[in-house]
């Protein structure tokens, strides 16, 4: 069984909790305590249907403004895959939550109402994922049954949303277009028999059917070292791995490989998974390998393939989420975490703030406040090596941390 990280969105009102707590409900994924609260609830409010929001709504404020405020994680199964829901709020206050609740996604759900159409709040949700570079993007239009499921209606929503796919750069990204009503169950779980004119998959049909097996394209394999192990025991005493987990391709036995940022040369020996040994280690395995020479590896240093190296840089370029209430300026200094790497970090150069709704960039700017994203460049205080995010989810991404607060203040995509 495979599994399977999907990132929602919407507007205020799109009726996402509700699409989520119908899954849940219809996959019988609530457990039996839940149901009862969710039927007295609804009952107390004094609606003659379910309220499925209540399912996902945790915090005491979204419950009683009937909003998302906080990011959540649901998860649940079928027989088919396992699923990992990261329920975000769809405010524009709250965008640097949607970039956080995006950030580890496979697919993403993007809710629009069908009674209102794409609005400004679609366009930001679309940057966001285009931002990331989610592959596969779910438009579901909700509440059909307020518009007696016009095909027309629909339509018009498609080709909105398909003219603003032609202002993305990312060309590989697959957009699917499913028309439900969260509230009655329609196209959820079960097929509408109301829309005949809709010959696709249901939602739950569609998710099942996303090959989780498709890792960051065809990116170069990273090994970040996380930690050095020396049992220095009599039966291991010269015993020397170097453990962490393997991003992008995979590793094998007798690869030629490079240390960074040493660049001395070496090749894999062996590659362990605790007690077992493997000849070859795939993207997304926590390992441990040994190589043939003995050689200078510590922690925070990284193994590629010898013909794969990085750019290794002091200065980078980078699109960044600003996500503290004290705005970015130039010259500020924080620390940069890329990776299980800390280095110290200076703002050298703020160019641009990004438009979210894809009308182009406003320039001549002092400062990044929260929520916004913009284009800036970096100077850290020793090599890093990486790559640019769009060929390289893991290595092309980084966090500011604020040294005076530890505070998490933006997460940045690197150019």
Not at 149 to 166: D, R
Not at 248 to 265: A, I, Y
Not at 359 to 373: D, F, H, R
Request: a negative charge; aromatic letters at 10%; glycine letters at 6%.
């Amino acid at each position: 069984m495979g599994h399977l990280k999907i990132a929602t969105a919407g507007s205020v009102d799109d009726g996402k909790s509700t699409l989520i707590g119908r899954l849940l409900y219809d996959t019988k994924s609530l457990t039996t305590d839940k149901l009862k609260a969710i039927e007295e609830k609804s009952k107390q409010r004094g609606f003659d249907y379910l309220d499925f929001s209540l399912a996902t709504d945790g915090l005491i404020a979204e419950r009683e403004q009937g909003i998302t405020i906080d990011v959540a994680h649901i998860y649940f199964s079928t027989p088919a895959k396992s699923f990992i829901i990261a329920d975000s709020p769809g405010h524009v206050e709250y965008t640097r939550n949607m970039v956080t609740g995006a950030s580890n996604a496979q697919a993403s759900i993007i809710l629009v109402d069908a009674r209102n159409g794409v609005i400004e709040q679609t366009y930001r949700h679309f940057f966001i994922n285009n931002l990331l570079r989610i592959k596969e993007v779910i438009v579901a239009v909700n509440k059909m049954d307020l518009v007696n499921f016009s095909e027309e209606k629909f339509q018009t929503i498609k080709n909105e949303i398909n003219y603003l796919a032609t202002k993305s750069d990312f060309e590989a990204q697959k957009i699917t277009f499913i028309p439900i009503s969260a509230l009655n169950g329609d196209n959820v779980v079960e097929k509408s028999t109301k829309m005949s004119w809709y010959q696709g998959e249901t939602l739950l049909d569609y998710l099942e059917n996303i090959d989780t097996t498709l890792t960051n394209d065809s990116a170069n394999a990273r090994f970040p070292i996380q930690t050095v192990i020396r049992p220095k025991t009599a039966e291991y005493h010269d015993f020397r791995a170097y453990a962490g987990k393997i991003y992008g391709g995979d590793f094998s036995v007798g690869d030629p490989v490079l240390v960074l940022p040493s660049l001395t040369k070496s090749t894999i020996k062996n590659i362990y998974f605790f007690d077992q040994e493997f000849d070859t280690a795939l993207s997304g395995s926590s390992v441990s390998i040994t190589l043939t020479n003995d050689v200078n590896v510590s922690r925070g240093d990284m193994i590629v393939k010898i013909d794969e190296i990085p750019t290794i840089a002091k200065e980078l370029e980078a699109t960044i989420c600003w996500m503290d209430k004290e705005p970015l300026q130039n010259a500020q200094k924080y620390y940069l975490k890329h990776g299980v790497n800390d280095v110290q970090a200076k703002i050298t150069h703020l160019s641009t703030i990004l438009k979210t709704d894809f009308s182009g960039v406003e320039e001549n700017t002092t400062a990044l406040t929260l929520n916004q994203i913009g284009d800036i460049q970096i100077k850290v205080s020793k090599p890093l090596f990486f790559d640019t995010y769009k060929k390289h989810k893991y290595n092309g991404a980084f966090i500011l941390i604020n040294p005076k607060t530890n505070n998490t203040v933006g997460v940045g995509f690197i150019k």
